[in-house]
C-alpha cells in the first residue's frame, strides 16, 4: 500500500513526534509512504491537493485534530482515496466518535490496516464539517481558547471558566422539515456526531453515517451541568434541549455570535445554513 501522511506539527501540545512514530510503526509493513506538512504560511488545501495527484497514494492518514482531519477529508472526498486519522489534538473529537485508538502505534496500524467506511459530511455555510459546529456558548469558549494561547485541558478549563459569566441567550429561528422553531437558547450545535472531545455527551443519538444529522438547540447550560455531562459523559435532560433531526435547515438569529466549526473559529454569524452529503468521505474506522 502507498500512504501518504500529513502531519501537523501545531496540533495538541506538541508532545508527540509523529513522524519519527509512523516511521517506526509502519517500516515493512506498507510499500511507500511520505510525509505532508502543514505550513501556516500557504495554502495547505491547494498543495496538498497538487501533492497527492503527484504521489497517487491508496491512502491519506491525517495527523492532527479536528480542523486537520476536515481539511484531509475536503481534498480526498472527490478522489476515492480512503482517510486515515491518528488523533494528535487537543481534543480529538472525530477521533473518539470513530472510535480510534489514542495510543499512537494502535492508531498507526488501525489506519494502515483497518476498512473504510463511509462517512456523512455536513456542507455548512460554503464548507464542510466533520463532527460538530455551534453557536453560542460553546464557540465563545473557543475564541477564548485560541486567544490564550494555552493548549490542551488546562487551556479550555480556563476558556470554560471565562466564558460561563458572559455567555447570553440567544433568540433563534430554525427552519427545517417544512417548520419553523422560535427559541430562545444559549447554544445552537448542527451534529454529524453525539459527543465533543471532551467526552460530553451533547447529541445521544448521533450518527456518523445515517443520511441525517441533529440540531440540538440547549436551552440553558451551568458549570454543574457541563461538568457533569464531561465527568458522567450522561447529556442533559430533555428540558434542557430540543433535538431536530433533518437533511437540510436554515438557522438565523437577530445579530451574529460566536460560531465555530469541528474545533475551530469562525467569523460571528447570523445565519447558517446546513445540509448533509451522505457517504461523502470513506474513513477507517474501528
Request: with cysteine; aromatic share 6%; net charge positive.
Amino acid at each position: 500500500m502507498k500512504c501518504l501522511f500529513i502531519v501537523n506539527p501545531g496540533s495538541g501540545a506538541g508532545q508527540k513526534d509523529w513522524e519519527e512514530l509512523i516511521r517506526e510503526h509502519v517500516s515493512g509493513k506498507i510499500s511507500e509512504f511520505e510525509f505532508y506538512r502543514l505550513n501556516k504560511e500557504i495554502n495547505n488545501h491547494d498543495a496538498l491537493t497538487k501533492k497527492i495527484d503527484e504521489f497517487r497514494p491508496e491512502r491519506v492518514i491525517a495527523a492532527g485534530g479536528d480542523g486537520t482531519i476536515k481539511m484531509a477529508a475536503e481534498v480526498v472526498m472527490n478522489k476515492n482515496i480512503p482517510l486515515g486519522i491518528l488523533p494528535a489534538g487537543s481534543a480529538n473529537g472525530m477521533a473518539k466518535e470513530l472510535e480510534i485508538p489514542l495510543d499512537p502505534e494502535a492508531a498507526i496500524l488501525l489506519s494502515i490496516q483497518g476498512e473504510p467506511q463511509p462517512l456523512d459530511l455536513i456542507y455548512i455555510n460554503g464548507e464542510y464539517c466533520i463532527h460538530l459546529s455551534d453557536m453560542g456558548l460553546n464557540a465563545g469558549m473557543l475564541e477564548h481558547f485560541e486567544e490564550s494561547g494555552t493548549r490542551g485541558f488546562l487551556g479550555y478549563t480556563q476558556a470554560l471558566f471565562k466564558m460561563l459569566g458572559r455567555h447570553q441567550f440567544m433568540r433563534v429561528t430554525l427552519q427545517a422539515n417544512n417548520r419553523q422553531y422560535r427559541k430562545k437558547v444559549v447554544m445552537a450545535v448542527i451534529a454529524n456526531a453525539s459527543k465533543y472531545g471532551t467526552g460530553a455527551v451533547i447529541n445521544p443519538d448521533g450518527k456518523v453515517s445515517d443520511g441525517e444529522f441533529e440540531v440540538v438547540l440547549v436551552k440553558r447550560l451551568g458549570l454543574l451541568e457541563l461538568l457533569g455531562m464531561i465527568v458522567t459523559r450522561k447529556p442533559l435532560g430533555k428540558r434542557k434541549t430540543e433535538v431536530v433531526k433533518c437533511k437540510r435547515m436554515k438557522l438565523t438569529t437577530s445579530r451574529p455570535y460566536p460560531f465555530q466549526i469541528d474545533g475551530e473559529s469562525r467569523e460571528k454569524v447570523r445565519e447558517i445554513n446546513a445540509v448533509i452529503e451522505s457517504g461523502a468521505v470513506m474513513v477507517v474506522r474501528s
